[in-house]
């Protein structure tokens, strides 16, 4: 029998009833007052007495990674907000100046919103996204939360009430009827937010469909998720944790290959007891864990902090996955490493693990083309240059297709690299027009074909 621990989360209205938050400087409040009216705050009790060291606090990587920092803003942008937020709380200038500063974030960066929302008989499909050939992502409306927000997030705006922002299907049947027709889709991945902030019977709603034998074309369901982080007693001592293992092992049985996509972006998430037995409880149902993360300053800028990540998860069964660089979008400013000092980084790390841990992938950028992972730093014909290959792509032609950019220290996107070799374009940019209408007609929007499909 397990001991509940019972979820408690806090927010920008209720941190200050924690005995942490007398811990923090005036300035360190005045920052999250302040800088959670831009970008989700919330954290939860397991998450402040069993992960923060807060003897070590601002410089502590688990407090940069959940609460919000003065220098996520400009100086100017900060000192306005702080002065519209603490001193005059005039609200309509509050709400004006957040939605001036999303819209200069990027909120929906590598064409989510432009170019991978699918279409079923002409209707744009909001709960879904279609990038890849192969793989469709799901929104669950229930999942479009966490057990704790991470400063860094792309998906913050999922979170900050900015409703034509945001992601999410309030049931199952789209999802299903689009790939029943769409047979080229072998995997599904439901993400957010969180699916796992569900209880199991809502989870359950939208994960069985998924088994039906006319989806015999989708091999893999994956769940993005960061609860074997933020509250890992989701798969342990919650009142239907026993219930959530079933309802893995059911899928497992059905003949799918269930893959819990994990985010876990500092080693101290893994360190503590309750994290480590969710891990062999999911890996014992069959299911498989996948660790992935972005490289985060002030957070895991160094190779030792990736080798004990890595290392920890292959001793507990999960697979490490992907380390991604830093999205440009939210305050990427704040977070962002250059593309040079990330590849040092992934290479100091990735030589002095053992082939078990070696399954991981990067750094990689997930950007409007596809994923571009950098391959190295290297010198060929007298230009030093970045070797790049993309490992996912709009146009799966394009997959492991070797290319090459001027070597540029300061660049920390892929926006911001040229093409070695005196070359004017990227040998995919020509195509990446066709590529574009090919995707829309035969992958999202065949029209009459979909309709002549659902009615038989």
Excluded at 145 to 173: I, L, N
Excluded at 334 to 353: C, D, E, N, T
Aim: aromatic share 12%; net charge neutral.
């Amino acid at each position: 029998m397990h001991t509940l621990t019972k979820f408690k989360p806090y927010t920008r209205v209720t941190i200050h009833e924690t005995p942490h938050w007398q811990k923090l400087t005036n300035d360190q409040q005045d920052a999250v007052s302040v800088i959670s009216h831009v970008l989700p705050f919330r954290v939860n009790k397991y998450v402040l007495d069993e992960l923060i060291d807060w003897n070590n606090i601002p410089d502590d990587p688990i407090f940069r990674l959940t609460f919000p920092h003065q220098e996520m803003l400009g100086r100017e942008e900060y000192n306005n907000l702080r002065d519209l937020v603490l001193v005059r709380k005039d609200q309509q200038k509050i709400t004006e100046e957040v939605r001036r500063i999303w819209n200069k974030m990027n909120p929906h960066p590598a064409g989510q919103t432009t170019h991978n929302v699918p279409k079923l008989a002409g209707r744009e499909l909001t709960g879904l996204q279609h990038k890849y050939r192969e793989t469709v992502l799901f929104f669950p409306k229930p999942g479009q939360s966490c057990h704790a927000y991470c400063t860094f997030c792309f998906r913050w705006p999922q979170f900050v009430g900015f409703g034509e922002m945001k992601f999410d299907a309030k049931d199952v049947s789209d999802l299903i009827d689009y790939l029943r027709i769409h047979k080229e889709v072998t995997d599904v991945l439901i993400t957010g937010g969180d699916p796992m902030v569900m209880n199991t019977r809502s989870l359950k709603e939208y994960l069985e469909p998924l088994l039906d034998p006319t989806l015999s074309h989708i091999q893999n369901i994956r769940i993005g998720t960061k609860s074997v982080s933020y509250w890992p007693q989701r798969y342990v001592t919650d009142k239907d944790a026993d219930d959530l293992m079933r309802l893995f092992e059911h899928i497992v049985a059905s003949g799918k290959n269930l893959a819990l996509m994990a985010h876990y972006n500092h080693p101290a998430e893994l360190r503590t007891p309750v994290a480590q037995k969710a891990i062999k409880r999911i890996v014992m149902t069959g299911a498989t864990v996948r660790v992935q993360a972005p490289l985060i300053r002030h957070i895991n800028e160094n190779p030792t902090d990736w080798i004990e990540l890595w290392n920890t998860s292959v001793n507990l069964g999960a697979v490490p996955y992907y380390m991604f660089v830093e999205r440009d979008t939210g305050p990427s400013e704040y977070f962002s490493l250059p593309l040079s000092r990330a590849y040092s980084i992934f290479h100091g790390a990735y030589k002095q693990v053992s082939g078990l841990a070696r399954t991981v992938r990067g750094p990689s950028m997930s950007t409007h083309y596809g994923k571009v992972l950098i391959d190295g730093i290297v010198t060929l014909a007298g230009e030093e240059v970045f070797a790049l290959q993309f490992i996912q792509a709009r146009n799966s032609d394009w997959v492991r297709k070797p290319f090459y950019a001027k070597y540029d220290s300061k660049a920390v996107w892929f926006d911001e690299l040229v093409p070695a070799f005196g070359a004017n374009k990227f040998f995919f940019e020509e195509d990446m027009q066709a590529s574009d209408k090919l995707f829309q007609s035969n992958i999202i929007e065949n029209g009459i074909d979909e309709k002549t499909l659902l009615l038989t």
